[in-house]
């Protein structure tokens, strides 16, 4: 059982130093400009371990961008409920939570754009999604397109993430006001008229 367990442990500490230092690297080179030996100078590792990890570098970030996309997914749901209900101060207090421990890498993600690992695509789809269904679901009979308005609603939810990643809580009375302005101009269109006066 205990050689079992330092073995778990070992490799976790070896996935994690492996991924901390693409992440280092990232800070200064694009993802296409490093190599797997760069990866493994910076994380101490050999290249024999470094590949009983992961098939390349590719492999390497597809896992990273699908766990923080697995973590997202998780909590999408709430958090887009939030922004529908107006509750900006909760919504930027729980993604700043959602993501404590990782907003360095998720920072660092948003910029790398590879084809089958780009991380701020994931998550503007799985926002995108929502608004769709929030839409559909609203019996909305907007004369402006679905397409339009769930887009709207994912980019002014995008910049709420990217903001709160950045800048954490600073200013966050201002920019709870300002998202709620915007926030309300969008509900305006998406909701029956019946249902615009609650707003």
């Known amino acids: 059982m205990g050689l079992i367990m330092t073995k778990d442990v070992r ?15 990232l800070e200064s080179k694009t993802f296409r400009q490093i190599t797997v030996a760069d990866i493994c100078q910076l994380s101490l590792t050999s290249r024999s371990t470094f590949y009983a990890h992961y098939l390349d570098k590719y ?5 990273m961008v699908d766990g923080f996309t697995k973590l997202f ?11 529908v209900q107006g509750e900006i101060n909760e919504l ?7 993501m404590e421990d990782n907003r360095r890498a998720i920072i660092i993600l948003f910029t790398v754009h590879e ?13 995108l999604q929502e608004w769709k269904k929030f839409i559909k679901e609203s019996g909305s009979n907007m004369d402006v397109p679905v397409d339009l308005m769930a887009s709207m609603g994912m980019n002014l939810q995008m910049t709420v993430i990217e903001w709160a990643l950045s800048h954490g809580e600073s200013e966050i009375d201002a920019v709870t006001a300002a998202i709620n302005a ?5 509900m305006v269109q998406i909701q029956p008229i019946n249902k615009k006066s609650d707003l």
């Open 73 to 83: 997914a998780s909590r999408v749901n709430l958090r887009f409920n939030q922004i």
């Open 11 to 25: 490799k976790i500490k070896t996935e994690r130093d492996i991924q901390q230092a693409l992440l280092k690297l």
């Open 115 to 127: 084809p089958n690992a780009d991380l701020e695509a994931n998550f503007k789809s799985l926002l």
């Open 59 to 63: 492999d390497l970030l597809d896992k």
């Open 92 to 98: 930027v207090h729980g993604l700043l939570k959602d």
């Open 182 to 186: 915007i926030r309300d101009a969008i």
